[in-house]
């Protein structure tokens, strides 16, 4: 009990870890020394040694926790896979303004501890093109939900970029600000105002922000669902669309027109002149040569339509583009996900009879029997 109070009066909290389950052990009546393996314990001291390394783990790493030392903290509720401790210190954690966050931004995004607290200090710490380097790798493990709003996140930084940037070079122009600048920072449609009826921003091939940094969060936005963000992310797309040819790389169909065409998308997901929208990227698929093109304007239709919950429709498209391609070539569902969502048997029997699959032909019947 003494040693254990100076390590604590000390803040020597590693070695504090240990001098408990020392003590621990020897209440158990087994080898006092702390650093060997549980397994060498008797089988019945195994299950109180357990409660005593997590009880230990919580007291130190609350320890660590109270004196803001949130890594050290972490290697205790790693280790007992406790993180909501430190995910609550994470949310409250305010950083010094030079601190150096690497470590806190590992744990809480690249450990999924707290990712969406991790990415925002990674889009104010390392900027935008860090934050769309991180996002774009497709090796990060957080759930959809995470990634749609670090998303938001890129799309509120670049917007709120650019809507500073168009303010001030108006400004210079003017020599007075625009009426648009009154308006509060997250009012919708302030980039669209800003760029009406004034062409002269773009003259002599003029941008206002990174092209690369425009590109890529505008084809991220089309993972997004209807939101602000998604709304912003259209007037991205208008910006774009008024920039110089030499600054648009031609995407691949159904994407080659790039803004006009991802504008066009995140139309349909806003559920703004849907049919218009999807006429477009059914053309795309229509006259996409299979033997140049491929068939991704065809996947990207189906898709969207799964998007809009409109799977019969989805389910044509794919029988009519896609019933020879390789699944494992698909960024969509394939026929045969999509005859189960659908419950549509017939189709999925007539594509393994084209295809030579004896064993879907025979499943789609029996499942086709079980139905009726």
Request: net charge negative.
């Amino acid at each position: 009990r003494r040693l254990c109070e100076r390590l604590r009066e000390n803040k020597d909290y590693a070695s504090l870890f240990y001098a408990l389950l020392m003590r621990k052990r020897q209440q158990l009546g087994v080898s006092p020394i702390p650093t060997g393996p549980a397994s060498e314990l008797p089988e019945s001291a195994h299950a109180d040694y357990e409660e005593a390394i997590r009880q230990a783990g919580q007291h130190v790493g609350g320890l660590y926790l109270q004196d803001g030392q949130l890594p050290q903290a972490w290697a205790y509720f790693r280790m007992l896979n406790e993180p909501e401790p430190v995910r609550q210190a994470l949310e409250a954690y305010q950083p010094k303004e030079d601190e150096d966050l690497q470590a806190l931004v590992q744990i809480a995004f690249y450990e999924g501890v707290h990712p969406r607290k991790g990415f925002d200090w990674i889009l104010q710490r390392f900027g935008l093109c860090n934050a769309i380097t991180t996002l774009s790798s497709q090796e990060l493990p957080h759930p959809p939900e995470v990634r749609q709003s670090c998303i938001q996140a890129l799309v509120r930084a670049l917007y709120a970029e650019l809507r500073d940037r168009l303010t001030a070079e108006i400004e210079r122009h003017d020599e007075k600000p625009p009426a648009e600048a009154a308006a509060p920072p997250d009012t919708p449609g302030i980039v669209r105002k800003l760029i009406a009826g004034r062409d002269w921003l773009f003259a002599d091939d003029f941008y206002h922000i990174d092209i690369s940094h425009l590109s890529s969060v505008v084809q991220m936005s089309m993972h997004l669902t209807p939101s602000a963000e998604l709304e912003l992310a259209r007037e991205l797309c208008d910006y774009g669309q008024h920039l110089s040819g030499r600054f648009v790389n031609a995407g691949d169909p159904p994407f080659e027109d790039q803004y006009r065409a991802i504008g066009l998308y995140l139309a349909i997901l806003a559920g703004d002149n849907v049919e218009e929208g999807l006429d477009y990227f059914r053309a795309q698929a229509e006259q996409a040569d299979p033997e140049t093109v491929g068939t991704y304007p065809a996947q990207v239709l189906v898709n969207l339509l799964l998007k809009l919950n409109r799977a019969p429709e989805a389910l044509a498209v794919a029988r009519k583009y896609l019933a020879s391609v390789d699944n494992r070539q698909l960024s969509c569902p394939s026929i045969v996900e999509l005859c189960q969502q659908v419950r549509d048997f017939r189709t999925l029997a007539e594509v393994a009879r084209e295809q030579g699959d004896p064993v879907h032909f025979l499943a789609a019947l029996l499942a086709a029997t079980e139905k009726n």
